[in-house]
């Protein structure tokens, strides 16, 4: 079993940036692949970023692709979203997941454990 808990939301502007960071209980966290996501009012909750075990390989969604940056440090059990040029696009309450199998996931259902979110919100 799993828990994670994000942390690092806020009210900001646009253009501004943001650290998110979850962190993992537990002795396994540096065996487990790791994603963000997010979901706005009314819409789906959809893939941001996701990170292998080693935190040699990362993959992002095309809407944040060379904004913003995965990264991990398992000595923490922690895992990183940096968000620059934030647009108001981005407002949205972005969740930490894990999975414990498999390879780096862009589907929800393919993550085991879930944080409770953390909210970002953006102005124009």
């Known amino acids: 079993q799993v828990q994670l808990v994000e942390s690092g939301g806020g009210l900001v502007q646009a253009g501004d940036s943001l650290r998110l960071s979850c962190t993992a209980s537990g002795r396994t966290f540096s065996s487990y692949t790791m994603g963000w996501f997010r979901q706005a009012p009314g819409k789906e909750r959809e893939f941001v970023a996701t990170?292998?075990?080693?935190?040699?390989?990362?993959f992002y969604a095309a809407s944040v692709k060379g904004r913003c940056t995965i990264s991990r440090d398992n000595a923490k059990s922690t895992v990183y979203l940096q968000m620059n040029s934030l647009k108001p696009e981005d407002t949205a309450v972005y969740y930490c997941?894990?999975?414990?199998?498999?390879?780096?996931?862009?589907?929800?259902?393919?993550?085991?454990?879930w944080g409770q979110g953390t909210q970002v919100t953006v102005s124009s």
């Open positions: 997941a894990a999975r414990s199998y498999g390879a780096m996931g862009v589907k929800s259902s393919e993550y085991e454990y």
């Open positions: 990170i292998n075990w080693s935190g040699g390989s990362t």
